[in-house]
């Protein structure tokens, strides 16, 4: 895995390696234009932690996904104070990383 120092800078590289879908977290699935993908249809194969040094607000995940029918994207998602409700089948497939 590579080490990236910011959250544009993950994302940036990720991109140019192909994961130019953006995926977005809704409570029991991740939504992108193709439609909602449940936890058992998609994989993660990277994952990037980021701390906020000084604002919790700055405390994200990026994940590169790769979804069953093969399409590659990027999931955000702020942890922490401004974190989102989710089922426990996506807590389980976000905190296997």
Not at 6 to 28: C, H, P, Q, S
Not at 47 to 74: C, L, M, N, Q, W
């Amino acid at each position: 895995m590579k080490v990236y120092d910011t959250v544009t800078e993950a994302m940036e590289d990720l991109r140019k390696r192909g994961y130019i879908t953006d995926f977005n977290l809704v409570f029991d699935s991740i939504q992108c234009p193709e439609g909602n993908i449940r936890p058992e249809d998609f994989e993660i194969t990277e994952t990037y932690r980021f701390e906020g040094d000084t604002d919790p607000g700055d405390e994200a995940v990026v994940y590169g996904i790769e979804t069953k029918s093969g399409i590659k994207g990027v999931l955000m998602y702020g942890y922490g104070v401004y974190s989102e409700d989710m089922s426990e089948d996506m807590i389980r497939k976000l905190g296997q990383r």
